[in-house]
């Protein structure tokens, strides 16, 4: 993890687990060296292992452990301290992405006497170092970072359960008619310039209507489209997808799962400010395409996070679904899911 050197205490912090790997939902064992260069009193002194996550803004960070190492003591200059603390990441695993980032470290918290704290001032002082005189116990509240890797987890989605169908929009149509009967009246009373506008308008809602009753049509061919998931043995996830009819006009469906950073600007706005994929699993196609078809899939990634979200960030999984027609027509759905991480099963 490294050492934090100072005017008033060297800072040095080791980390060791079974394999000497601090992955996620393992054990890890931490230790605190302190090389004391004056003689202080302190009141306590605590540890603390947080993971902070970081988007377009910074969020408060999560305490995951806590641990008191020590309660009023006097520390004199010479001194060579070591202290001692167990814990276990469990939370979320290191991610360094664009626009997301999940950042664990250990951070000690000395709280001085006021006498400890005044001589440091002094010393600040004497040196000029007028800005650190306001926070004399800065040396002592130190962070040292280290990352949780990941371990040879699976990634356990929730069941879905849905059903996609197509409903024509048949109160778009309303609008076009109602705006050729008005320009039609206002034509009659001579009102030619506004019922030309009306009549436009009435065209450019009827385009409307017809437009979105065009990207309906494929899945409407189909009556209904029941998707669901469920995790089997094995690690497995088992996805069954039903059509009502016509499914001989399918040539192959498509199943796979997707991960992606969601960022909005969190500033008084929901504008998106980051939407892209980070990981995605490998494509699970059938050919043969019957009214009842199951696909058997496996979440095979190893440096992704789980599903997250927290303000303006979000770690958002999808099982994207897709049926490929044989009128070169595609059909895609793509249904969130809640995606976490045990540690305790290996994926095969």
Not at 117 to 129: A, G, M, V
Not at 216 to 242: R, Y
Request: glycine content about 6%.
């Amino acid at each position: 993890m490294g050492k934090k050197e100072g005017k008033f205490i060297n800072l040095k912090a080791t980390l060791s687990s079974a394999d000497n790997k601090y992955k996620y939902g393992s054990n890890v064992k931490c230790k605190l060296y302190l090389e004391i260069l004056h003689d202080f009193d302190i009141n306590y002194l605590n540890a603390k292992v947080c993971v902070e996550v970081r988007g377009v803004v910074n969020y408060s960070p999560m305490i995951v452990h806590l641990e008191k190492l020590s309660d009023k003591d006097s520390w004199m200059a010479g001194d060579i301290l070591e202290y001692e603390f167990d814990f276990c990441p469990s939370d979320m695993i290191s991610y360094q992405g664009k626009y997301v980032q999940f950042v664990w470290y250990v951070e000690t918290d000395a709280d001085l006497t006021s006498k400890s704290k005044s001589f440091i001032r002094k010393q600040y002082l004497k040196n000029l170092s007028v800005s650190k005189v306001f926070s004399p116990e800065q040396e002592f509240d130190r962070k040292l970072r280290f990352k949780v890797f990941p371990k040879t987890y699976t990634y356990v989605p929730s069941s879905i359960k849905k059903t996609i169908k197509a409903s024509l929009s048949w109160w778009l149509l309303l609008i076009p008619l109602v705006m050729f009967g008005i320009g039609y009246l206002m034509w009659n009373f001579g009102l030619l310039l506004g019922s030309i506008f009306v009549y436009v308008f009435g065209f450019f809602s009827f385009g409307i209507f017809g437009y979105s009753s065009y990207m309906k049509w494929d899945i409407k061919t189909f009556g209904t489209i029941d998707i669901s998931s469920q995790s089997i043995e094995n690690n497995q996830q088992e996805v069954k997808i039903k059509l009502k009819k016509n499914w001989s006009k399918i040539s192959s469906l498509d199943c796979y799962y997707e991960v992606r950073e969601w960022v909005t600007d969190g500033r008084g706005s929901d504008r998106v400010v980051y939407d892209k994929v980070i990981g995605r699993t490998k494509y699970r196609r059938i050919r043969d395409v019957q009214q009842k078809n199951t696909f058997k899939t496996q979440i095979n990634l190893t440096d992704a996070p789980g599903s997250f979200e927290q303000d303006n960030v979000e770690i958002q999984w999808f099982l994207m679904f897709r049926a490929n027609l044989k009128n070169g027509q595609k059909i895609t759905e793509e249904l969130k899911t809640n995606v976490t991480l045990n540690p305790y099963y290996l994926a095969s």
